[in-house]
């Protein structure tokens, strides 16, 4: 069983470094801190591979933390921005930071209480 975890807004179809379209629109200059403003994510074949429309996600909680502060977070969900657990099928493994799914990968999906990952 492979779980993701990811910030999005599935309301308006918002990823933080693009729209669910592959639209290019970061979020991350309305954040205070922007732990990962300066990560690179740049467009790539990778993320349209077989015509299909591939979402980066952490593959555990804890990676989760690297990618984002506290205050992240929080600004975010002012946003309208939550966090996924991600059931899924059919994931490539990218880095140690990150797999790639698409949204047929997806078997099952929960929100989670930021209190679950940032609770120090």
Request: proline share 2%; net charge negative.
């Amino acid at each position: 069983m492979i779980f993701g975890y990811r910030v999005e807004d599935q309301v308006e179809k918002h990823g933080l470094w693009r729209n669910f379209d592959g639209t290019w629109n970061p979020v991350f200059d309305q954040l205070s801190e922007g732990l990962s403003r300066n990560l690179p994510m740049e467009d790539s074949k990778l993320y349209r591979e077989g015509g299909e429309q591939w979402f980066s996600a952490a593959p555990s909680k804890e990676t989760l933390k690297h990618w984002f502060s506290l205050t992240d977070v929080l600004e975010l969900q002012k946003l309208g921005y939550k966090i996924y657990e991600f059931q899924l099928v059919g994931t490539k493994q990218i880095s140690d930071f990150e797999i790639i799914f698409t949204r047929d990968n997806i078997i099952e999906q929960r929100e989670i209480d930021y209190k679950e990952i940032w609770n120090d």
